[in-house]
């Protein structure tokens, strides 16, 4: 027994002295953090803060392959994250953000460029806590990016364009 546990003392030294040299040796790499610090971020006009929330989009999704994916019915069913992650994401975004109101409840964790135009379905830099109520509430952006997907599907507008407006501005973006 006293073998054994020389044998384990000798094995954790090793490994401690190997991630000392690793650390030490300037061959780690550290992430940079995904999200900025609490209160960082600013909606505006109920827009999401464009340094925070810039509009990502799904590498996956092209002009070349809407027929096969966004305009699919269903489609967004089979690419949107599971709420477990939404809701995790939602509640921290909510304090980057520092609204007054921290009730989960009031608000929609929205993806800025919708997946219906082929947006990123779990990047951060693509979605934020929307508010459910407002001047222009989350239901509004809805009818828009519905709209814009009406577009795209039926040729009348590029697919990065819809992106692009949205992301830019969804309040102004079927203009």
Known sequence: MRRLLVLIAALACLVLISAGIY???GQHRVAAPLRATATSCHSTRELPDAKCTPGV??????????QTTICVSGYTATVRPPSAYTDSLKAQQIKEYGYADTNVADYEEDHLIPLELGGHPTDPKNLWPEPRGGAEPASAKDRVENALNKRVCAGTMALASAQSAIASDWQTAES
Do not use: E, G, L
Not at 57 to 66: G, K, L
């Open 23 to 25: 650390f030490v040796s």
């Open 57 to 66: 989009a799904d590498p996956r999704v092209t002009q070349d392959n809407i």
